[in-house]
């Protein structure tokens, strides 16, 4: 039987922060329980992956929720990280269903939603020994382009500008919540396996041609398989390669 997690308890609400994952970072240090979550309304300094900058205006969703997972957190990080990207995808379907065109919900390797092919949500696993992933989700939910730099604009998209109508962010709040518990418990239950096969179900990536850049990567291959440690297999000019570091932008078809 899956034991249920809640996370969201304790909830830290905050009005404006430099950022949700080092408010939590530091309340890890403090010895916080797992399911400790922070959210705030706006970050000044909201940390994206590869040590990029987050645009966190009013409007979106940005919380941190501190993870305490029985595994090396090492080697957890990033399938904990792809079972935020799956909970952030289930969390934009759940609310953006409704009558009209069914939107297209993906992920994208390794850890983006997009909506409708434009980035809506990221997701940051930062390992904070000993023993803590702080997952940190960032959603553009009631977010639109104006609130955004003008370099991320043409990349990024919102909930609110896709479904041409504002959600309410306690809802919105309680969704995210009941999904990363939801998704995190059974990670804890049954492993990467459950998570692994959703994120291909949703995958963006997987099956498309992919071009591959960061330190000593820049390639373009054929994205074949999410493997059983969260990693991505690239084929690219008659070799496998396995990717667990760095980005992949999806070529057009
Ligand atoms: C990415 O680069 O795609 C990941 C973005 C993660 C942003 C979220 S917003 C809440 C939390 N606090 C941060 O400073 N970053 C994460």
Known sequence: MTTPVDLGRPLVRLEEVDSTNRVAAELAAQGAPEG????????????????????????????????????AVAESVA???????????????????????????????????????????????????????????????????????????????????????????????????DELSAWYGRWLAEGFAPVRRRCLELTATVGRTVWVSGPGLDFTGEALDIMDDGALLVRSGGRDVVIRAGDVSVRAR
């Open 36 to 71: 400790t979550t922070v959210v705030a309304e706006a970050q000044t300094g909201g940390l994206g992956r590869l040590g990029r900058a987050w645009s966190s205006p009013r409007g979106g969703l940005w919380l941190t929720t501190l993870l305490r997972p029985p595994a």
């Open 79 to 177: 399938t904990l990280a792809l079972v935020g990207g799956v909970a952030v995808a289930e969390t934009a379907r759940r609310l953006i269903a409704g009558p009209g065109p069914t939107p297209e919900v993906r992920v994208k390797w390794p850890n983006d939603v997009h909506l409708n092919g434009r980035k809506v949500a990221g997701v940051l696993g930062q390992v904070h020994p000993p023993g803590v992933v702080l997952l940190g989700v960032g959603l553009n939910l009631n977010v639109f382009p104006d609130d955004l730099p003008a370099e991320v604009r043409p990349l990024a998209t919102s909930l609110a500008q896709e479904a041409g109508r504002s959600f309410d962010p306690e809802g919105a709040l309680g969704t995210l919540l």
